[in-house]
């Protein structure tokens, strides 16, 4: 209990004193995951989209690998990004680990099977009741993986923000891949898994106060932009 | 002269589902003008058969020809269904579908879509979303979503079973405008009144066949067999 009320007071602290060390684990947690979920919902959402309207041949094969990939452990992830990335691995001479940019690489591949399979299945949805106008309107398999992108997108934000919500906390790929090395990989959660192996919980939970708030914060701020952006109610 | 995708010819068109024949072997000929009503009882064909003719449903064996390829011939009809299907896009949005999948630009999709809603009596409706409104209000969206293309032939399955008198007064009303436009209509319904009204000639299904086929006085008047008899009486036909 006591702990708890500490972390609180750390928090609040950290934040209140405008601590430069914990802004700047802020931002580069909210930029290595921001544009881990962006890449991803760019990979993610059309192939949702293709997954729904398309017949082809390993179409069940590819959703059942979906749906599988979506429970990769997160550790092994990061060893197999380690591995590649490493200097003796196929992509070594781009020297990429312990780079934010590796980070970015190992929480696209956690979070797109994740963003995918749930836009998978609300595009299948809006096609059930698309199917017969769309034919009929002699619309191009592009047309309709755009009109259903477009006309499902507030269930495709959500499916963007599991991936977030999954991303901004995950810890054991990027800690692999990161290295957690202050002032260039450490991350919110690698800061508090430091943190926690010293011994300082009330600096770790200070931050993870700050972890949750974030998380929060992101997803109020994405849910009031697209209420705002129609007044009417779908 | 733009070419026209009429006649329509069906040659032993068949549709088969869940093992059993729903449709023909039918062999008929749809000419290039009229307002032709398909009537008959419940489960009798008349949607398998307007799809089957749309191209949503493929024959089992026959087939189905216009007079342009198929893709050509479909750019120049538009399908209403029962139940609209309305897109989760405001009215205006909506309407103008269909021209910007054919790639108009979009202002003039948009001033199209306009007017007509204004038709419809949506006109200050645009921004609206079209999931929240009324049955008769997506049925009318629905038909002025299909004419904006300006189609040769408009498909309409019982567009009016589930609205109201005003409603249906309404479509009825756009219909007869668009056959006046030389718009070649293919409806189902089986409200007697409704085929009364507006029908050129009837084509009666009974059990996945064409089992009567008149000009609509002549159907109304003397119907040759039992079953359109008693279907016009009123009596209950299976
Ligand atoms: N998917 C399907 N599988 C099996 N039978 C079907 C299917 N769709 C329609 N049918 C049957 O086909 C017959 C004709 O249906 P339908 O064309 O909807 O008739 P109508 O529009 O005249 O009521 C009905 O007996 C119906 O039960
Ligand atoms: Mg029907």
């Known amino acids: 209990m006591r702990d708890l009320w500490q972390g609180m007071i750390e928090a609040f602290w950290l934040i209140a004193s405008f601590n430069a060390d914990l802004y700047e684990i802020v931002l580069r947690s909210l930029q290595v995951t921001v544009t881990a979920v962006i890449i991803a919902s760019a990979i993610a959402l059309p192939l949702g989209a293709a997954l729904a309207v398309n017949r082809f041949r390993y179409r069940r094969a590819t959703i059942s690998l979906l749906n599988a990939l979506m429970g990769l452990p997160p550790v092994v992830v990061g060893l197999f990004v380690y591995i590649l990335l490493s200097r003796s691995g196929p992509f070594g001479v781009l020297g990429l680990l312990f ?38 309107m002699n619309t191009t398999k592009w047309q309709r993986m755009r009109t259903l992108i477009w006309d499902a997108r507030r269930s495709l934000i959500t499916a963007s923000l599991a991936g977030f919500g999954r991303a901004i906390g995950e810890v054991g790929a990027i800690m692999i891949v990161g290295g957690n090395i202050d002032h260039l990989t450490r991350v919110l959660t690698t800061a508090i898994a430091l943190e926690t192996g010293k011994g300082d919980f009330s600096l770790a939970l200070g931050l993870g106060f700050i972890l949750i708030a974030l998380a929060i914060a992101v997803n109020m701020a994405i849910h009031a932009i697209s209420r705002t952006e129609r007044a009417s109610t779908w | 002269m733009v070419a026209s995708i009429l006649p329509l010819t069906l040659t032993d068109a068949t549709v088969r589902k869940g093992g059993k024949t729903i449709i023909g072997p039918m062999s008929e000929t749809i000419g290039p003008s009229g307002f032709t009503i398909f009537m008959g009882p419940n489960g009798s064909g008349k949607t398998t058969l307007l799809r089957l003719m749309h191209g949503l449903e493929h024959p089992r064996g026959g087939s189905v020809t216009w007079q342009l390829p198929a893709a050509q011939a479909r750019m120049k009809q538009a399908f209403v269904f029962q139940t609209p299907v309305m897109m989760r896009r405001t009215v205006v949005e909506n309407i103008a579908y269909p021209l910007r999948v054919r790639g108009e630009a979009k202002n003039w999709a948009y001033a199209e879509a306009a007017r ?50 005003k409603a249906t007064r309404e479509i009825e009303g756009i219909l007869l405008a668009a056959q006046a436009d030389g718009v070649r209509i293919l409806m189902a319904t089986h409200h007697l009144g409704q085929a009364r009204r507006l029908a050129s000639d009837i084509i009666f299904l009974y059990q996945g066949q064409v089992h009567e086929r008149a000009a609509a006085e002549e159907f109304f008047n003397t119907p040759r067999t039992p079953e359109s008899k008693s279907f016009l009486s009123g009596d209950i036909v299976e």
């Open chain 1, 99 to 136: 780079t934010p940019t590796a980070m970015i690489i190992a929480q696209i591949i956690i979070i797109t099977p994740l963003i995918a399979s749930i836009a998978h299945q609300a595009i299948r949805d809006l096609w059930a009741s698309y199917h017969d106008l769309l034919i009929s």
């Open chain 2, 116 to 165: 007509w809603a204004d038709i419809i009596g949506l006109g200050n409706a645009l921004e609206q979303n079209a999931e929240v409104l009324s049955g008769g209000e997506k049925q009318k969206l629905a038909v002025a979503r299909a004419l904006i293309v300006q189609p040769e032939v408009l498909f309409l399955d019982e567009p009016t079973a589930n609205l109201d008198g």
